[in-house]
């Protein structure tokens, strides 16, 4: 299959990896023509996976029409902010070209003023002229993990259900599986979502704080991501998924993870700023954690954990104001509002 990954980053180029090993025609495309030049000349990418040899298959461009023009799949690997304007570019391109493909995107976060998951925002920058499907692919899946082909899964969903088998069979392989998933809302979410937690917990990891500490913010953070999910649409069960648990895990117990360490960098003293600069890429959490403050607010949920990281971050508390914000919140059950999501999704058995 013909296949563009957009985007040259870290995990855009490990997913071409994986599809070039699959036997796929993969093209890259990415703006900026020292990395373009690198990848062609050197078959590496030095600044986001070093010491990783990349297949002489892969071949990347700078010019966007080229890279659209290619495929019949359109991977989209850039950061949230990047994907309105990249979408409203290809649709243009697939339309004087009366060319329709198949999207699968990979970028986890929720647009920062709209509040809209990236496959909304897809869809509203796209007809069915263009594109025969959104899908997105998420899960647990550091890039540096997927490049040296360590085993990993993740899950595929999509909006209009026609995509998602032939997303599974692109990808597939013997360390890269992939699961079927019928809930987008869920998978979206659960992947944006828990970048917020693995920045609390980074920053409990640079302020020294024990396994229990960073354990039980995990946990909580997992009740929010799920409240807030459920009011949005989403499966609750959905996140005791790859997408759900699986991806919180792997995203707040690594320095693999941007979020885990912006989280630390915070802790030892650096500002957001400074955090970011210093990180070289996109830390998604951070636009992430303000738009599910502000969806929070919209829907009436509980999300304490945000909203204390929200404070943090934005109106500048201490770290010793925002724990103890967390601890010494007003007592309450550990299931509260959870059991009547799950009662109320599933009273009818239609769920089920």
Known sequence: MN?????TGSFGTSLAMVLAGNR??????????????????????????????????????????????HAELLVIAVPVKAVRGLT?????????????????????????????????????ETTDETVEDICVLGGPSHAEEVALKSPTTVSTASLHNK?????????????????????LIGVEIGGALKNIIAIAVGALHGLNFGDNAKAAII??????????????????????????????IVTATSHHSRNFRCGIMLAEGLSLEEAEEKMGMVVEGVNTTRAAYELSEEYGVEMPITKVLHQYLFDDISEEEAFYKLMMREKTSESIGLKELLHEQYKDGSNQ
């Open 3 to 7: 296949i563009s990954v957009l985007g």
């Open 24 to 69: 796929h025609d993969v093209m890259m495309y990415g703006r900026n023509e020292a990395v373009v030049d690198e990848i062609n000349s050197r078959h590496t990418n030095g600044h986001y996976l070093k010491d990783i040899t990349l297949p002489e298959e892969i071949y990347a461009v700078s010019n966007l029409e080229e890279a659209v023009l």
């Open 88 to 124: 409203r570019n290809i649709h243009e391109i697939l339309l004087s070209h009366r060319k329709k493909v198949l999207i699968v995107h990979v970028a986890k976060g929720l647009e920062l003023n709209t509040h809209l998951r990236v496959s909304e925002v897809i869809e509203q």
């Open 163 to 183: 995509g998602v088998e032939t997303v599974q069979d692109v990808f597939m392989s013997k360390y890269f599986r992939v699961y079927i998933n019928e809930d």
């Open 219 to 248: 946990t909580r953070g997992l009740q929010e991501i799920a409240r807030l999910g459920t009011k949005m649409g989403a499966d609750p069960l959905t996140f005791l998924g790859l997408s759900g648990i699986g991806d919180l």
